[in-house]
């Protein structure tokens, strides 16, 4: 479901390739930050909390603020709020936010020297995003966390800028992935005092059986199975959406 297209007014017109896990990103435009950013963008959407990994093998220098990274953007405008962490030309890493829509930006840069091939990594937690750095992908240092109230629905993906709006940059990164944590539906929960009654004839579940709305007192009423009655499954929810069903357990789990 991945698209790319350039963001903002730029300079020369942007473009993406993929092959074997490796994405080679051009792109000219004159920066991400102050209160609108022109850039090419390699996006999905994203629902809820999650994160994107990203490793930034190489990434031509046209500027000491050329930069390659992970990006949340609220919206696909110019100005939409956004967190950005990335790897600069020659300002080693940076952790960049804008929290209002065509609000200024700020960034954290421990000016620390480093330079590709480097892993980016971008945690959203709510409204928490924090941005993280590492030599090998698996040992990760933190560079900046900030709270910015985004809405649930958001793009993520891989955000290149020349920081030169007459040049094209290349960036190429590898072993990108978004991982999204987005909660399950809340079933539709039953009135007070009301009873769940199944009829399973799975192996280990053989009989008719009910409990408490909140799947406590487990009670068999017929059937061969024996023993002690546990919850042991996800609530589900009939197909009129009006109760909720429990699995139980014929024994310890």
Do not use: C
């Not at 004159?30 to 996006?43: G, K, N, P, R, S």
């Not at 939409?80 to 065509?102: A, D, P």
């Not at 290149?160 to 399950?184: E, Q, Y």
């Amino acid at each position: 479901n991945q698209q790319n297209q350039d963001i903002g007014e730029v300079g020369l017109i942007g473009n993406t390739s993929y092959s074997n896990g490796t994405y080679t990103i051009q792109a000219s435009g004159i920066h991400i930050y102050d209160t609108a950013d022109e850039f090419h963008f390699v996006y999905e959407p994203m629902e809820g909390d999650g994160e994107i990994i990203a490793h930034v093998d190489s990434l031509i220098n046209t500027s000491s603020w050329a930069k390659a990274g992970v990006i949340i953007r609220e919206t696909l405008s110019d100005d939409s709020k956004n967190v950005l962490m990335m790897i600069t030309g020659s300002n080693g890493s940076s952790f960049q936010t804008r929290i209002e829509t065509s609000g200024y930006s700020f960034d954290t840069t421990p000016y620390d020297g480093i330079a590709t091939p480097y892993w980016i990594r971008l945690v959203r937690s709510g409204n928490t995003f924090t941005g993280y750095k590492s030599v090998d992908g698996v040992n990760w240092v933190l560079v900046g966390s900030e709270n910015v109230a985004m809405n649930s629905s958001v793009y993520v993906g891989l955000a290149v800028t020349a920081n030169n709006d007459s040049s094209l940059t290349t960036a190429v990164i590898d072993n990108m992935s978004v991982v999204s944590n987005s909660p399950s539906p809340t079933p539709t929960p039953l009135p007070t005092n009301d009873f769940l009654i199944i009829n399973s004839t799975l192996p280990g579940y053989e009989a008719i059986y009910k409990a408490e709305p909140d799947g406590t007192n487990w009670l068999k009423l017929a059937g061969d199975g024996s023993g002690s009655w546990k919850h042991a499954g996800y609530p589900r929810v009939s197909p009129d959406g009006q109760f909720v069903a429990y699995e139980a357990h014929n024994g310890p789990r």
